[in-house]
């Protein structure tokens, strides 16, 4: 399946500055099946080693000499390694942590051979690393699960990705591309981007075969929390995890998701789940200037999950009361807000963490909520979801007041359209302008941003 981060990492190579890349992401997000998939498409042979499949792998890599660990691999392999074609591939590295520090050899020592690491729960090695970090040596690439348009084009839906690319704003969209892309997106909630749910879909077209999948993926999830479960106990783990969909698209509350667990606690798991990748924080801020996490508030986040699909079968929510004309309308918008959410994490470049936040108000019978901030352009952009075709823009209006901004994006089930909105909650007149476009538009944002 096709992937947007083989195009990066096709530039990676090419680059005369390549460093070592580490690939961070989720377990099943498809760190290896993209690596493979680069190497052949790249005419490179492919020096796979896995970690925690193979011990004599961490004894190569007990010496920082990288010579000598071509040479041992050599041996191990019993083939000629040639850097120059070759990529070598250190999978599950977090299983041998003093692997990572030998990175920087590599590109000190051997740049010509293009290195790659990646691995399962690497987030907790990297906060709490024992060895010497190749800090300013290496690089790294921030891998989702697949978007939409991946979806798409997996699905065999190339046509339509390819109208969504070319679309401008000034452009009207036929009804049935509309109709079409609104289809498509129903499925792609209830699929998601996990790249093993979706092959099961695409190639069985079932959705009963799919959601098997999703629960599948559910169940590596929670055996993965044995692996940390010495910083916190196992069963609050499980707890906070079958109730991580209570975050999404509202703000947190710490004794919502663990009646019986102190607010420390409850944010320390949070904190794990984050390193997990299973959960982003969308954290408040005050948005008075760049950057936004300059002003960020931690006294209150919004949760984005990892994936839609999995969040329904995570929600317990069935197939049969979501495959119908009103899931966008389902649940208070939160479908819509967790897909939009989920797209914005890929907003930023692959090489760049990524960073979203949210503003809000609170005041006796005044409450006000922007739903996501992003930085664009050197500007702050505040993004409101609606899941139908209507909704109130009250916020959003008091918001571009106070923050003096000039322009905001609007997601809906409607059409695109670029206007000028006007509010006088002050007393006054103040207009800005308002894009709004279509939710399955929302991986074109940047691009057509750039036409405004």
């Given amino acids: 399946m096709k992937r947007k981060a083989e195009k990066y990492l096709e530039n990676w190579c090419r680059s005369p500055n390549r460093k070592p890349l580490i690939i961070r992401g989720a377990r099943q997000t498809g760190k290896t099946s993209l690596v493979r998939i680069f190497a052949e498409n790249s005419n490179l042979e492919l020096i796979e080693l896995n970690f925690e499949e193979n011990r004599r792998y961490k004894d190569v890599f007990n010496t920082n000499d990288v010579q000598v660990i071509i040479q041992s691999l050599e041996i191990i392999l019993d083939r ?3 850097p120059k074609k070759s990529i070598l591939f250190l999978d599950e590295i977090q299983a041998h942590p003093a692997a990572i520090a030998v990175l920087r050899y590599f590109y000190e020592k051997m740049p010509e051979l ?9 987030e907790f090695v990297l906060e709490d690393h024992s060895f010497s970090m190749p800090v300013g040596r290496i690089e790294f690439l921030y891998l989702n699960p697949m978007t939409f348009e991946e979806f798409l084009l997996a699905d065999g839906a190339e046509q339509l990705t390819d109208y969504l690319n070319r679309y401008e704003l000034d452009d009207e969209i036929p009804a049935f591309v509309h109709d079409s892309a609104l289809e498509k997106l129903k499925t792609y909630f209830l699929i998601g981007g996990m790249p093993e ?23 590596t999830f929670r055996e993965d929390f044995n692996k940390f479960k010495g910083r916190q106990q196992l069963g609050n783990l499980q707890e906070v995890y079958d109730r991580l969909g209570m975050t999404v698209g509202r703000k947190i509350v710490y004794n919502s998701i663990f009646p019986d667990g102190k607010s420390s606690k409850t944010e320390k798991i949070l904190a794990l789940f984050e390193n997990a990748r299973l959960l982003y924080r969308a954290w408040l801020s005050s948005a008075n200037g760049l950057p936004l996490k300059a002003e960020l508030k931690r006294k209150a986040a919004k949760g984005i999950y990892i994936d839609i699909g999995l969040l329904l079968s995570l929600n317990g929510l069935s197939l049969d009361s979501l495959n119908n004309d009103d899931m966008f309308f389902s649940y208070s918008g939160e479908l819509a807000e967790q897909f939009i959410g989920q797209h914005l994490l890929c907003f930023m470049p692959e090489y760049m963490k990524p960073e979203v936040y949210h503003w809000r108000r609170e005041k006796s019978q ?13 500007r702050i952009l505040p993004i409101e979801v609606k899941s139908g075709k209507t909704g109130t823009l009250k916020s959003l209006h008091l918001f571009m007041e106070q923050k003096n901004l000039q322009q905001a994006v609007r997601f809906s089930t409607n059409t695109p359209i670029v206007e000028s909105a006007k509010s006088s909650l002050s007393g006054s007149d103040y207009s800005y302008t308002l894009i709004s476009l279509p939710l399955y538009m929302a991986e074109n944002l940047s691009r057509l941003l750039q036409t405004l």
């Fill in 80 to 82: 000629k390694v040639d």
């Fill in 366 to 378: 005044s409450n006000a909520e922007i739903d996501y901030l992003v930085q664009s352009n050197n």
């Fill in 114 to 122: 293009p290195v790659i690491a990646a691995g399962s729960l690497l």
């Fill in 197 to 219: 749910v979706v092959k099961v879909y695409t190639e069985t077209g079932s959705l009963l075969e799919a959601d098997r999948a999703k629960y599948s993926i559910h169940n």
